[in-house]
């Protein structure tokens, strides 16, 4: 059974970096495509960013396209979230998720439901 981790979380002032990660465990990562998702209260959760298994591709939501970055370590089986210039909207619980599904395209990445295994979440908060 897969288990994640998630660390990193913290309160950082607007246009601050931070980056989280998402330990596996229970299953090779390289064989997993790997998730990270975010909820604010009050609000839905939503995709952040996606790799494919072996990295062979990442995916990421349009509001986050260009500040953040995810890519993993095969020899540490984590998954990282660089996340840069980080703005207020982005303060929310973000959570890593994996899948052993077989994915293809963005659609599939960024659907909640194509994933099994979720993290506790780390509460990620950008002051103004």
């Known amino acids: 059974q897969v288990q994640l981790v998630e660390s990193g979380g913290g309160l950082v002032q607007a246009g601050a970096s931070l980056g989280l990660s998402c330990v596996v465990s229970g299953r090779t990562f390289s064989h997993l495509m790997m998730g990270w998702f975010r909820q604010a209260p009050g609000r839905e959760r939503e995709f952040v960013a996606a790799i494919s298994r072996n990295s062979l591709a990442t995916y990421y939501a349009d509001s986050v396209k260009g500040r953040f970055a995810v890519s993993g370590n095969d020899a540490k089986n984590t998954v990282y979230l660089q996340m840069s210039s980080l703005k207020f909207d982005d303060t929310a619980v973000y959570f890593c998720?994996?899948?052993?599904?077989?994915?293809?395209?963005?659609?599939?990445?960024?659907?909640?439901?194509?994933?099994?295994?979720w993290g506790q979440g780390t509460q990620v908060t950008v002051s103004s």
């Open positions: 998720a994996g899948s052993g599904n077989l994915c293809s395209g963005y659609e599939c990445f960024s659907s909640w439901r194509e994933y099994d295994a």
